[in-house]
């Protein structure tokens, strides 16, 4: 029951006594609805960072939209549907402003949100998260749901950790309890059942320093699943110019060797951002760095100048770190 009884108490304390039987209806048929079409992501996990998330259905043939991640690096990606069979999954493409990323599964999937449906809300709308939070669930269980009221759209400041979080566009902020792992990449919904949005990473607000609970607009996940997102940051705008971080891996196995630091530039931007010898690279602007081939032909797609993220695992810690390409000499 979990979740489900938080809820059904909460409609039943709002409604009159006589009105107690339709007043959670609503309620109960959007969970079914929403637990048919969200499903359950796991990867790779390193240091503290969980591998696992949650998934949004958004097609018949197997697409599913889920939150950036470690956890996409694994080389056994893989699916849980609602009814408990799993498939390896693959990653489509990423988003690094929305911090979100498209994947694939061989199977049907005829239960999905249409993220052409506009979900027309307001501040001050019930709203239902649906979620794999703390893996509560592994097969065909149900997942967790929480229930809240949508706050307002805005752009955010937040970070994660001690360092500024690269997410660049509007959020939806509601008061529903999600910013917890294995909840992203999850499904806020509206009382009748339409798509607000997905449920985002686990943030703080730099306002604050509270956890921040916050979703991507359903119509900004449209416009990345068709292809419609403005360029990433990763484009390069002076061909002439390459970049370099000031990081130089070790020569295991070639651009099939995992992406370890074997000696870090004096006076660059690796050097000046706190970066070390034996630092695995994980991630760089939002991508997933699996090994030392990903590395490279990141690194040679960043822009000279235009700071980006890196993320390295550190003995069994992950470090974020901000630093800024320079021209290769």
């Known amino acids: 029951m979990r979740c489900h009884f938080v809820i059904l108490l909460l409609s039943l304390i709002a409604a009159p006594q006589g009105d107690a039987a339709d007043s959670d209806a609503p309620f109960a048929r959007t969970i079914e609805l929403a637990q048919r079409r969200t499903v359950k992501v796991f990867g790779a996990g390193i240091g503290r960072a969980a591998g696992y998330a949650s998934g949004i259905i958004i097609a018949a043939d197997g697409q599913i939209v889920t939150a950036q991640g470690v956890f996409l690096a694994a080389d056994n990606l893989r699916v849980t549907l609602p009814d408990g069979s799993v498939h390896p999954a693959s990653v489509v493409r990423r988003s690094s402003d929305l911090q979100a ?67 660049h566009a509007d959020a939806f902020i509601y008061d529903a309890i999600t910013s917890n792992p294995g909840a992203e990449g999850g499904a806020v919904v509206t009382a009748d059942g339409k798509l607000v949005g997905m449920i985002g990473r686990v943030i703080e607000s730099k306002s604050s320093g509270t956890r921040l609970n916050y979703a991507v607009p359903v119509d900004l996940l449209a416009k990345f699943v068709a292809g419609e997102e403005s360029p990433p940051m990763a484009v390069v705008s002076n061909a002439a110019a390459k970049a370099d971080l000031g990081i130089r891996l070790f020569a295991l196995g070639g651009r099939k060797g995992p992406a370890y630091i074997d000696r870090v530039v004096a006076g660059g931007p690796a050097a000046s951002a706190g970066l070390k010898t034996d630092d695995l690279v994980v991630t760089i602007a939002g991508q997933v760095v699996r090994d030392a081939g990903d590395f490279r032909r990141i690194v040679e797609s960043l822009e000279v100048g235009k700071e980006v993220t890196i993320e390295v695992k550190r003995k069994t810690d992950l470090v974020s770190l901000r630093l800024t390409p320079v021209a290769e000499k």
């Open 101 to 167: 990323a498209l994947l694939k599964i061989d199977a049907p999937t005829p239960e999905y949100f249409d993220l052409s449906q506009s979900p027309g809300v307001e501040p001050g709308d019930w709203i239902l998260a649906v979620s794999n939070a703390f893996k509560v669930a592994d097969r065909d269980e149900p997942l967790s749901v929480n229930i809240g009221a949508l706050a307002l759209r805005m752009p955010i400041d937040a970070r994660r950790g001690f360092h500024e979080f690269p997410y």
